[in-house]
């Protein structure tokens, strides 16, 4: 499982904890039912925001970015999410990602624009297809997105970057290639880093749902050109957590910091919080939602030990089906409130499958 990770700067947000738990729980109910899972997350180390984000601060992008990988690893540690994760960082795989510019290149796929290289999407078959995006869409939501689909010399309006040159010495990302001195697109960069830690196909491929046009998209365009196919047999996308109807993010300034949620609540408070939105939905923010967690976790406590084995063998179940009906965490806390509702017994040992359940959930460091 390949999921699209972090841009290190202010990326130990809320939006971002939402985000890889849905892939940890996947991740858990997989191992559950004795998958053995390579789950890599990736670190988008060469990027521009992260440039201007380190120029802003003044400092060296490296150090910002070293600064903040950390706080991320942090922050999943502290929420309990599977940390035995490959994490690739893009500044490692420079000379391979120059290496499928310039098979690109090679094949008329990639072209030149002055010394910059672009994808020319009319060389792979319908473009834009896979998710179904109308071109007039795609180019909106590419122009919002930070994309140039008005560039004029572009052959196409939905050509995307493969290689961008860099002239300029003080320009702190560049390395030299044989496609010029420059630094990789932030596209091939995925491309490039899941193929080498997963092959030229895996299972699954994640990340949020601003990220299936144009990244992802392109992301199958490069694939299908460099090796034939889809890399991903299956695409899964988590919807954001809003704050005052806004996606959080770094631009917006709108975050809430894991760090500040884990020194008011426990780490099984936060999760199950978030776990009362749908991944495919995502919603509002509201604080309420720590209180009903911190209310259930209180429940939960109490009934552990004290209900019978049948009703600890049906909350299992009901885990379990509720995980396999589309990651529904909303029913898992259903059954979760099921479970702490259901009549006190005199202490029972079901303590094995009730871990079975907090290890599926990530409740407990187990
Ligand atoms: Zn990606």
Redesign the pocket.
Known sequence: MYV??ITPYAAAHLGHAFTFLTYDLLQRRLEDMGSAVHMVR?I?DVDEPLYAKADELELHYTDLAENEIALFHKAMCALNMRVDTSQPRASEFIAEMAEAVQRLLDSGVGYRLDKDVYFDTTKVDEYGSFFGYKLDLAIAIDRLRGGNPDLKAKRNKQDFLLWKSVDDSDDPAQWDSPVGRGRPG??I??SVMSRHLLGDTFDIHG?GTD?VYP??EA?IAQSKALHGHNPADFWVHTSPILLAGEKMSKSLGNLIFVSDLLREHPMPVVRLALMHYHHRIGGEWAEQLLHEATELWKKLSAASGRRSVAAVETLLRETRAALDDDINTLEVIDALHRFADAPAVVATDSSAQLDKVWRLLGLKAI
């Open positions: 699209c990770g990736n988008t932030w596209h960069e995925c990340g990220l990244h992802h992301e």
